[in-house]
């Protein structure tokens, strides 16, 4: 499986932006997602996941403003984020899965995309 991440870009605070990852390959469907952000300097850490049921989870710092979905006829996730605030600046990625239940730790993850970079000015 291989992951494409897009949709990143340059926006001010209070901004929206809708991040895509699509997945080639066969199987989307059965694996539980997760997007993870890194900012220079800094470790990745965990932004949202949704298991294989399509129940989500998120960061506490993202929690009310972003939204994990998926289309598993599109072979694609999203990562909705509204009320972007300076500290929401890194790269972000998103990951795949090949379990029934998505979890925090990076390290569990089996595929992840290259990267999209969202930067929020005021």
């Known amino acids: 499986v291989q992951l494409q991440a897009s949709g990143g870009g340059l926006v001010r605070t209070g901004d929206s932006l809708r991040l895509s990852c699509g997945a080639s390959g066969r199987g989307f469907s059965s694996y539980s997602l997760g997007w993870f952000r890194q900012a220079p300097g800094r470790e990745r850490e965990f932004v949202a996941g949704?298991?294989?049921?399509?129940?989500?989870f998120y960061a506490d710092s993202v929690k009310g403003r972003f939204t994990i979905s998926r289309n598993n006829a599109a072979n694609t996730m999203y990562l909705q984020m509204n009320n972007l605030k300076l500290e929401d600046t890194a790269e972000y990625y998103c990951?795949?899965?090949?379990?029934?239940?998505?979890?925090?730790?990076?390290?569990?993850?089996?595929?992840w995309g290259q990267g999209t970079q969202v930067t929020v000015s005021s």
């Open positions: 949704m298991h294989w049921s399509g129940s989500a």
């Open positions: 990951a795949l899965r090949n379990a029934r239940w998505s979890t925090t730790e990076a390290g569990r993850y089996d595929h």
